[in-house]
């Protein structure tokens, strides 16, 4: 995987593990909780070292967040 693609899913996933802290309703929470997860999977199997440290800790802060939001 190209290290620029790795770089942009790992952000693509912060930020959607932020706008799910921020938006108020559940579902929305749930929605880019999702999103976050599914952004790190990538970076987390096919990066290099760093990117996939930094995949892995947010696909399970992402995992986490979801198997708190879900019962909402």
């Known amino acids: 995987m190209n290290p620029k693609t790795a770089r942009a899913l790992v952000w693509a996933a912060a930020g959607s593990m932020l706008l799910g802290m921020v938006v108020i309703s ?40 979801l198997a708190v939001t879900y019962p909402k």
């Open 26 to 65: 559940p579902a929305g929470s749930l929605f880019f909780y999702t999103i976050a997860a599914l952004c790190a999977v990538a970076p987390t199997i096919f990066s290099t070292k760093g990117n996939r440290i930094a995949g892995g800790v947010l696909l399970v802060a992402s995992l986490a967040l």
